[in-house]
């Protein structure tokens, strides 16, 4: 949320059809009004801006566009930073190969011989073998464990 203004709008446009229309130097009129020299001659300039006598700034419409633009900009980032994160996680669970746990078949010696006599392409180590828990299985045509309702 922006911060409050220091001056308010009717002040600003008074002050501002002052220095135009009488002529008088922007330091005077400030001095009469009480306001700081150089935040009228800012807004003189705004005003000639969006009158059209100056190229050197944007009016206040397109000032107000380029904001939103810029937020929009910003909200775009985000999103496309969550969605490389998100893809990256989804490409690494994707990469990663099933493992079944010991647990999930009675007997892992049993699902080896009928799995490999059914065909499905599995790699366990020796050792995983005899200890029957946290052998892995890359199987694409069945489930890791024939019981199971995965």
């Not at 904001?67 to 900009?73: M, S, T």
Request: glycine share 4%; hydrophobic share 30%; aromatic share 6%.
């Amino acid at each position: 949320m922006p911060a409050p203004r220091k001056y308010p709008d009717e002040l600003r446009e008074r002050a501002v059809r002052e220095v135009r229309t009488t002529g008088r130097p922007i330091a005077y009129v400030a001095k009469d009004l009480g306001i700081h020299k150089e935040a009228l001659r800012g807004w003189v300039r705004q005003a000639e801006a969006d009158a059209g006598e100056r190229d050197d700034r944007l009016t206040t419409a397109e000032y107000e566009e380029l904001k939103q633009l810029r937020k929009k900009v910003a909200e775009l980032r985000r999103a496309n930073e969550i969605l490389k994160a998100a893809s990256a996680f989804f490409a690494a669970e994707l990469d990663r190969p099933r493992t079944l746990v010991a647990s999930s078949c009675s007997n892992p010696s049993t699902y080896a011989q009928s799995s490999s006599a059914k065909g499905a392409s599995f790699s366990s180590s020796r050792r995983a073998r005899q200890s029957g828990r946290n052998w892995s299985i890359r199987a694409t045509k069945r489930s890791p464990c024939p019981r199971s309702s995965r």
